[in-house]
């Protein structure tokens, strides 16, 4: 069992290395965005629930959160494990997530922090809008996003590296070698892929 919490600051790459991850050991990213969007595309009921929330901005309340979370862990293919993305994201989040995985004997095994220099990201963000025509992406608006991730998980970050669980990896470079990082700092942990 490989159980995986990735965090991120927008435009390091997350997306990218969580399926490099996820296939490499063979579980499921399990990113709650997704699972909300997902949700409002097919007009399920928790896709009312939330819909109007998340267009807002607002996050959704703990509790539907949690349940989700609850339910999506059950689910065969977390046989082997998880890579959890977005959630936690508050420190009521991760305590419910600590009891879950108690109560199952169980806990996280890493999380893995991308890191990367502000500067580097905002020009890169930049040149995708640019090469995209994403004029939403301002040097302002990429900044303000910054600042919100580094404010969203920095209380998460500081009770997982008190546990010793938290692996940072520079994410800036070539994927290949920065997927490479990953798994030499699992490795490390003797967080290995286990042979199907
Ligand atoms: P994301 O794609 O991770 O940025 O998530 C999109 C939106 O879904 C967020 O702005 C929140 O409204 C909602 N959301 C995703 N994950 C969570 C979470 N763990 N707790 C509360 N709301 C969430």
Do not use: W
């Not at 998460?156 to 994927?175: C, N, P, T």
Request: glycine share 8%.
């Amino acid at each position: 069992m490989t159980r995986l919490l990735i965090v991120g600051p927008p435009g390091a790459g997350k997306g990218t290395q969580s399926v490099r991850i996820t296939t490499a050991f063979g579980i499921p990213a399990i990113a709650t965005g997704d699972i909300f969007r997902a949700n409002i595309a097919n007009q399920t009921e928790l896709g009312q629930q939330v819909s109007a929330i998340i267009k807002s901005g607002e996050y959704v309340p703990d509790s539907l959160t949690n349940d989700l979370v609850a339910s999506r862990l059950k689910e065969e293919d977390c046989a082997a494990g998880f890579l959890l993305d977005g959630y936690p994201r508050t420190v009521d989040q991760l305590r419910f997530l600590d009891e879950l995985l108690e109560a199952e004997g169980t806990a996280l095994d890493a999380v893995i922090q991308l890191v990367a220099d502000q500067d580097e990201i905002v020009s890169r963000l930049l040149k995708r809008a640019h090469e995209e025509g994403r004029s939403d992406d301002t040097p302002e608006t990429i900044r303000h996003r910054q600042d919100l991730y580094l404010r969203e998980t920095a209380p998460l970050i500081a009770v997982y590296k008190e546990r010793g669980l938290v692996i940072e990896i520079d994410a800036l470079g070539d994927v290949d070698d920065v997927a490479a990082r990953i798994t030499s700092a699992l490795a490390a942990r003797e967080i290995v892929p286990v042979a199907r």
